[in-house]
């Protein structure tokens, strides 16, 4: 559940125990904007998302937590971090091997984009581009410990998006 700094959470908390049973997901599992009921909206809800797998919890965060100021696109992201971490490459020339696999982290403030890329459904496209990578990286990751999926590129695959369950399974 998304709110704003003008939330008051002790009242959130009576009207998410009286709504929650009610409320009805799209498939994604989300509520925006119109969907949401009227009393939420009123309480500066601005967006729910269904926890998959808990039927009681509720986790609240504050809507500014990634930075949509950022207007990058993803792949836009991806280059932005590789051209600022240029040592990547020369660790991974140093360290050798066939497969070349580089993980960029993406943090809370990271851009609005890559924190939506590794929201746990399926209804954003993955990027039809590539990152392209200089050098030998052959995968790159992208990985959060707030977003339930992982991000996966590969010149053989493209872009996947993984759970961290499918993880295990990437050769």
Do not use: C
Request: hydrophobic share 40%; no cysteine; charged share 25%.
């Amino acid at each position: 559940m998304w709110v704003t700094s003008k939330t008051d959470i002790r009242r959130l908390r009576k009207l998410v125990l009286e709504l929650l049973p009610t409320l009805v997901f799209n498939e994604a599992g989300i509520l925006w904007g119109s969907d949401i009921p009227d009393a939420l909206l009123r309480a500066d809800v601005t967006g729910i998302q269904r926890i998959v797998g808990t039927a009681e919890q509720v986790l609240i965060l504050h809507e500014g937590w990634n930075s949509w100021d950022d207007n990058i696109d993803f792949v836009g992201w991806v280059h932005r971090v590789l051209a600022q971490n240029p040592d990547v490459e020369e660790k991974l020339q140093a360290y050798g091997g066939q497969r070349q696999h580089a993980l960029i982290w993406a943090r809370p403030s990271s851009a609005w984009s890559a924190g939506t890329m590794l929201r746990d459904h399926d209804v954003l496209d993955l990027p039809a581009h590539y990152p392209q990578p200089s050098g030998q990286l052959t995968d790159l990751w992208v990985a959060s410990t707030y977003r339930p999926n992982v991000l996966h590129w590969s010149e053989e695959a493209g872009w996947r998006r993984l759970s961290r369950k499918e993880i295990a399974d990437v050769g």
